[in-house]
């Protein structure tokens, strides 16, 4: 389905940006995952389908550069590049320091405008192709309990539909997947290791979604990167712009009472 097709995952070593590269790599993309911390559990799964690593701190730019030079070099384009790199930060607007404030917005926000502006020379070369960015129901429906967070991720879906409409005229389409609650990630599980109870923060996140709710159980990264797949294939060619809430129905609304 994406053969001969060139991918970038930031944020790929683990949670969705692992599965979203995996799931590239076995639709036939050749595929180039940078992170700030690479695991050495990869290593053997990573080689067999041909996933090159490389580490990528994506709040400086000559990472970045690195990043999509490497991909470039090796296969002579760019395809397809998936924004997934993120972290989260839990805390009022009042107790947040500028040091927590710049580093929640320079990873979450100020990277995807780095990796589009090295990016995007390198897509229209190519005659097109697809941004996606990994945002979250937070930039959806702001929550109150982590704004700086939730600011980032709706910044990231304004530059998404600004950076659709610019670059339509390259064939190149930017859309955004919005998650959460979503298991098994780095986020996620460094979310429950602070907790005092983690069970019952797991079981608050599902019950805050509907459908996670329904189901009994968080949603996998694995389902987060189908829709990537789905928005880099030639199946999506007429999408741009959308930013697709993969969360359980949490960014609806308050949901009825059973």
Known sequence: MLANRTALVTGGANGIGRA?????????AKVFVGDVN??????????ELKIEQQQCDVRIEADIKRLIDAAVAATGRLDIVVNNAGIGLVKQIPDVTEEEW??????????VFLT????IPHLKKAGGGSIVNVSSNAGLLPRAHDPVYSTSKGAMIALTKSLALC????????NAVCPGPVG???MMNADLAKAADPAALSQMMIDASPLAKAFKRMISPDEVAQAVIYLVSDAAA???GTSIGIDGGKSLGVPPKE
């Open 238 to 240: 007429m999408v741009t």
């Open 20 to 28: 979203t590269a995996l799931r590239l790599a076995r639709s036939g």
């Open 38 to 47: 690479l695991l050495p559990e990869n290593a053997a799964l990573f080689a």
């Open 102 to 111: 710049d580093r929640v917005l320079d990873i979450n926000f100020k990277s």
């Open 167 to 174: 670059h339509a005229k390259d064939r190149i389409r930017v």
């Open 116 to 119: 589009a502006r090295h990016a």
């Open 184 to 186: 098994d990630t780095g």
